[in-house]
């Protein structure tokens, strides 16, 4: 006799931890309840629909599983935990909004350092292998094949004066 899949919503309830963190920020929200299953590299719960197939952020199918819809485009996190899963904590925004709340948390990263021309023209100058030379500066190396190619930083010789 075949086995019976869990639904969605039970399995999805199982792999949450109600007795998470107390945000110090907002202690007024209550405890986090934190997903215990797969996190992604940032800390974001993620849940398949199926055995197989794309994973969803457990934040996302946790504003589903409460409010009937999808929130459009961002699920973003009052308590400010990317592991938290409680619906009290989840609410609705833009990109717009989820990128100024994360600029406002000091949780922005820059995706790549700032260089200076001074840079440029050291890559260029630079021996050894691109990934050390990448190293070096700290950018990727494809960043100081590009500044090499001359399709980043094409005037930092004139921006010197050289």
């Not at 075949?2 to 109600?18: A, Q, Y």
């Not at 719960?45 to 794309?54: D, L, M, N, S």
């Not at 999808?70 to 990317?82: G, I, R, T, V």
């Not at 619906?87 to 717009?96: A, D, K, L, N, Q």
């Amino acid at each position: 006799m075949p086995v019976k899949p869990i639904p969605w919503r039970l399995r999805f309830w199982s792999k949450v931890d109600k007795s998470g963190p107390i945000p110090a920020h907002r202690p007024n929200l209550g405890r986090c309840w934190v997903w215990t299953a797969y996190r992604d590299p940032k800390g974001y719960g993620r849940i398949g629909k199926a055995r197989t197939g794309p994973t969803i952020v457990a934040s996302r199918a946790s504003f589903f599983l409460e409010h009937g819809r999808w929130p459009e485009p961002c699920a973003l996190h009052k308590c400010d935990n990317s592991s938290c899963v409680r619906p009290s904590h989840i609410f609705e925004g833009t990109r717009v909004e989820n990128n100024r709340d994360m600029v406002r948390k000091g949780r922005h990263v820059a995706v790549r350092p700032k260089l200076t021309a001074a840079d440029a023209v050291a890559i260029r100058a630079a021996t050894g292998y691109q990934r050390e030379i990448a190293e070096r500066f700290g950018v990727h190396q494809t960043y100081v094949s590009a500044i090499r190619r001359r399709v980043k930083w094409r005037n930092a010789e004139k921006e010197l004066g050289t």
